[in-house]
């Protein structure tokens, strides 16, 4: 019997010290699971104290610590060089025009005054402004409006369009809510109360390329640059989807340690009956 208990006691340690280990990243990780992977105290304190966080008749409102309420996003973005060197050449014999609030300044158009709301790294900026492209005598006429970058707390955004007018073929198109391009999110950071994401890159989705025409899912546009305000709480969180699967994969092994330890003792306890048998 005290062998017996040796077994099973010795198993039983292991079952709830790999418990244990598996629980200890999960509330550890909810504790830090807020802090953004690039904000250090001192500039956690600048955004608290900055007055685009205190002030909420400015350009944000927090709320309980994870809500901001934007309206100073800008984004400058290129599109893609080819593409306007391509419509600005002698073969589309094109131009390009911008309206409603956007701009352009060579090489990079503009947006400005984004407005939307986060919580939590989740939700919607949202940018007034129209692109038209125009070329091949009028056949290709494609105008991009109603931008927006819609975050869903991992280290991908999507940003959305809508299209209509004519593809580079002729083709007519009328789409709202395009899910034109992803955006990688993952080196986002926060300083002085001002997120920023810089030189981010970006590639053409199934939808926006069936939109859009010309160029196939998948294909690499100019990278972007999108700043706007916040605090630490409220940003997009990348780190949280590697701190789940970390987690994950933690338990996991914890269960499989566990199911070892059960068949360590079936097979011990097993053994010992036979042994007993065999002696008497």
Known sequence: MRGLNVCVLGPAALIVTAVLIALTPMTSGAAEQRQPLSVTDDQTAAATDSPAATNTSETIIAADGTVCDVTDAAITWGLKESLRSYISGTIANGEWTVSDGATYETPDFGWTAGS????AGSGTLAFDG????????????????????????????????????????????????????????????????????????VVLTEAGSDAFGTYPAGEEFDPITVTFSATPDCMPQPQDVNQALLSALI???????????????????????RNRAEAM
């Open 251 to 273: 338990i996991i092994g914890a269960i499989i340690a566990i199911l070892v330890a059960i068949a360590i003792v079936l097979v011990l306890g097993r053994r010992r009956r």
């Open 130 to 201: 129209s692109l038209r492209l125009t070329g091949h005598d009028g056949i290709l006429d494609t105008t991009l409006a109603g931008l927006e970058i819609v975050f869903d707390g991992s280290t991908t955004a999507n940003l959305v369009f809508d299209v209509f007018g004519t593809t580079q073929e002729g083709l007519p198109v009328d789409e709202t809510d395009v899910e034109f391009a992803t955006i990688d999110v993952s080196s986002i950071t926060v300083a002085a109360g001002t997120a920023l994401l810089e030189s981010a890159p």
């Open 116 to 119: 939307g709301q986060l919580d």
